[in-house]
């Protein structure tokens, strides 16, 4: 990823401390004092927020180092790495990774297409567009298991769900969509619920546009196509960008579409699952935390490139400003 | 504006996986009760809500004893109780664990045994506490460590209106051949009424409850007696065969994804004919705001080898070995498992919400009979019926019917379930599934033979 603003000098108030500690300057004492001021309100907070937050994930890594059978509990033994290297090695771990990069490339493409073709449509002026924006994001405001819960049974359901419904009533065949099509079904659904939230951002990078520019363009005899693949698109390359990455640390961990929809049956079993099965039905403590923290570490990967493009937003923000 | 570097930012992010990894690694320690009060940690069904309720007035009234209640779905449950009894932490009391539990949960010294307490309580009445209940509850020591709260069976429900319409009848007690011609003839009976219903839905709770008790009716088991897996055995193969193919051929549309409550909306949307499931679904069947009140019929579970066939499943109260107040525990628990309360119930909240299925005098009350009148004969004969320690046609080495009584299971259980599934869903044929399944039950079985 190139930055090309990360160059243009930075006005505003002074940056924290972080990136000053390494200036040296002859009134270190006094700067301390005043930085120290600066930062005491925020200790505990900080504090507050190492102690639920960190010492958790610190305890996840102890457990993954263990064999611990919840219903074994006097077998309790440290194993070192034994449990990462199972977790590498079984089967059923290892498809459900492929199954999570599956369904979260294959969410997130389809989100990000029919997100922008909706922020695209949402952009033009036209009667009632508060009205449909506000029905656009509906889905995204819904609670996942009760989404999950409404595809399954009263869009999903072959016996009385609104799809094969309107089949029927078109004399079109009944298929049995969830057996059908496991991951697709999954997919779809989640697809819905992702969609509004992709064209969220899109729609906020759309609306931010320099029109003269696009003024310009019109003058010098650009036809709307142009407009959009020379003006629009490398405009909107960050957003797009930013709700990928936001959305695929978010589907990554999505849970309650499998949990409800398949039950982990039929090859849909993510890892976010798969650890739950872990866990709650072989109740193997050590290997669930192993997986966790692969999960956590790979989420760590995704989210270093989302922070990246999120402050260089920001800068850009601020050396427009 | 000014400059974010927003490294802190992962944090949260972070946390946010790790504490929902850690959610239930929670609550670790805590004090217990002490003086005139317990800690009781139950699962949130209706049966238990309503205790909740009626425990201040009447419990706490007559006794001085106050009850702290922590009430969780079934996953949290069973991963919280057996997080604070493996500790010995004896932050709860008393808990609501199953007969799947009890047996592993006595072996490892987490119980405290409740025979002299039983022994001594003439008021109680362990006698009206129905035998297989008392057998399910009983560890391999032949010591009892819980009490029953309520218990249930399996048994096929059918729709009495369409049969009679199809000039169909249903035999008092049916064997599976007979059901499967009846599911070919009843199926489209009605417009979109399918033959049967059946659970097609991974999960050791849900599948395998029913499919194992149809193994062993049709003369397979999970293990011998010397921990050998027998799933590709002719016994396990033929049955599991036959529920696939009944499913596929005149069971509900979505099988795979159907479990015990998607049966009951087909049952109850008369979208199904029949039904093979817990005894308790009759309850919300004859619920006053049911659709088909009244036109279910209830007969025995179906059987091929076996006398009978009716699973055995029982939500029960034990004491953790650890419990600071054993007396004031045990008083509850026979408050909660008594006649008694049953009555209170039923006259508070209706007589079809008594937690019924644990004592014969239930089945006497002639005020429960009347609530209950078309199932409640056939529940009791069902429970009565069933033989935890021998429920097929060759020894077993774990004690229960629908399940092997050994903590493994419920991982084993979910896993074949998932295979057998996908069978239902025509993913793969039911002999690779079986294969597939032989082989993770060897695994297990492995580990028991080397004891």
Request: with cysteine; charged share 20%.
């Given at each position: ?321 | ?85 493996a500790n010995q932490a004896g932050q709860y009391d008393v808990a609501t664990i199953s007969n799947f539990e009890v047996p592993f949960y006595a072996r490892n010294d987490w119980l405290l045994p409740l025979d ?336």
């Amino acid at each position: 990823m190139s930055n090309p603003t990360t160059a243009a000098p930075v006005r505003g108030p002074r940056p924290p401390a972080a990136a000053t500690a390494t200036r040296r300057s002859p009134e270190i004492p006094r700067n301390r004092a005043r930085e120290w001021a600066t930062r005491a309100p925020l200790m505990p907070a900080l504090i507050f927020l190492i102690v639920v937050t960190q010492l958790p994930f610190a305890a996840t890594l102890v457990i993954s180092f263990f064999d611990w059978n919840a219903f074994r509990p006097e077998r309790r033994e440290f194993t070192g790495l034994d449990n990462y290297r199972t977790v590498a090695s079984d089967e059923g771990l290892r498809e459900s990774i492929l199954t999570t990069v599956l369904l979260t490339a294959t969410v997130v493409i389809v989100s990000v297409v029919l997100g922008l073709l909706l922020a695209l449509l949402l952009d033009r002026r036209f009667r009632g567009r508060g009205l449909v924006r506000t029905m656009l994001i509906a889905p995204f405001l819904l609670v996942p298991v009760a989404s999950a819960l409404l595809w399954k049974h009263a869009l999903y359901n072959p016996e009385y769900g609104l799809f094969n419904g309107v089949l029927t009533w078109l004399g079109g065949p009944q298929p049995d969509w969830i057996s059908d099509m496991p991951l697709l079904a999954v997919e779809m659904s989640l697809v819905w619920q992702w969609t509004p939230f992709m064209m969220l951002i899109l729609l906020a990078g759309l609306q931010s546009r320099p029109l003269d520019m696009i003024e310009a363009a019109r003058l010098d005899g650009a036809g709307n196509w142009q407009i959009f693949r020379y003006l629009t698109l490398p405009h909107l390359r960050r957003y797009l960008e930013l709700g990928t990455l936001l959305g695929s640390i978010y589907i990554v961990q999505n849970f309650d579409a499998v949990f409800t929809l398949t039950r982990g049956g039929l090859d849909t079993a993510n890892l976010p699952y798969t650890i739950y099965e872990t866990f709650y039905n072989a109740h193997e403590y050590g290997l669930a935390s192993a997986a966790g923290v692969l999960v956590v570490i790979g989420t760590i990967v995704i989210a270093t490139f989302a922070l990246r493009v999120v402050s260089s937003l920001f800068r850009e923000e601020v050396s427009r400003a | 504006m000014p400059v974010l570097t927003l490294r802190a930012a992962r944090i949260p992010l972070v946390a946010l996986t790790a504490g929902a990894l850690l959610a239930g690694c929670a609550g670790m320690g805590g004090g217990g009760s002490g003086g005139k009060t317990i800690n009781v940690l139950m699962v949130n069904n209706p049966q238990m809500m309503d205790l909740q309720k009626l425990t201040a007035k009447h419990f706490t009234k007559e006794t001085g004893i106050r009850v702290n209640f922590t009430v969780l779905p079934e996953n949290d449950v069973r991963d919280k109780i057996s997080q604070d009894f493996a500790n010995q932490a004896g932050q709860y009391d008393v808990a609501t664990i199953s007969n799947f539990e009890v047996p592993f949960y006595a072996r490892n010294d987490w119980l405290l045994p409740l025979d002299d307490r039983v022994a001594k309580d003439r008021a109680f009445d362990q006698k009206d506490i129905l035998p297989p209940m008392r057998q399910s509850l009983t560890a391999d020591d032949g010591r009892l460590y819980a009490q029953p709260f309520y218990g249930e069976s399996s048994f096929l429900m059918y729709r009495k209106d369409v049969f009679a319409e199809k000039h169909l009848t249903m035999p008092e007690r049916p064997t599976w051949q007979q059901v499967a011609d009846l599911a070919a003839k009843a199926d489209g009976a009605r417009n979109g009424m399918k033959g049967i219903c059946l659970r097609g839905l991974p999960g050791w709770g849900e599948l395998m409850a029913p499919l194992t008790t149809v193994a062993n009716t049709f003369g397979g088991t999970w293990f011998s007696k010397d921990w050998k897996a027998q799933l590709t055995s002719p016994g396990f193969a033929k049955a599991t065969k036959f529920y696939v193919d009944l499913v596929r051929k005149h069971g509900e549309a979505g099988a795979a994804q159907s479990g015990f409550a998607e049966c009951l909306n087909n049952l109850t949307q008369g979208k199904s004919a029949m039904w093979y499931d817990a005894t308790s679904a009759a309850g919300s069947l004859e619920a006053a705001d049911s659709p088909v009140k009244g036109k279910i019929g209830y007969v025995q579970a179906p059987v091929v080898k076996t006398k009978s066939s009716g699973w055995l499943y029982t939500w029960a109260w034990g004491i953790q070995k650890a419990t600071r107040t054993p007396d004031n525990a045990w008083k509850f628990v026979r408050w909660a498992s008594s006649k008694k309360y049953e009555t209170l119930v039923g006259k508070t909240f209706g007589w079809a919400n008594v937690p019924a299925g644990k004592r014969a005098s239930t089945y006497a009350d002639p005020d429960y009979r009347k609530a209950a009148g078309t199932f409640s004969e056939v529940t009791r004969k069902a429970i009565t019926s069933a033989r935890p320690r021998d429920p097929g046609v060759q020894q077993r080495p774990t004690i229960g019917i629908q399940f092997v009584d050994i903590p493994e299971f419920s991982d084993l259980g979910t896993k074949v379930a998932q295979e057998i599934s996908a069978a239902i869903a025509g993913k793969q044929s039911v002999d690779e599934a079986l294969k597939k399944s032989q082989k993770l039950a060897e695994r297990v079985g492995e580990e028991y033979r080397d004891e």
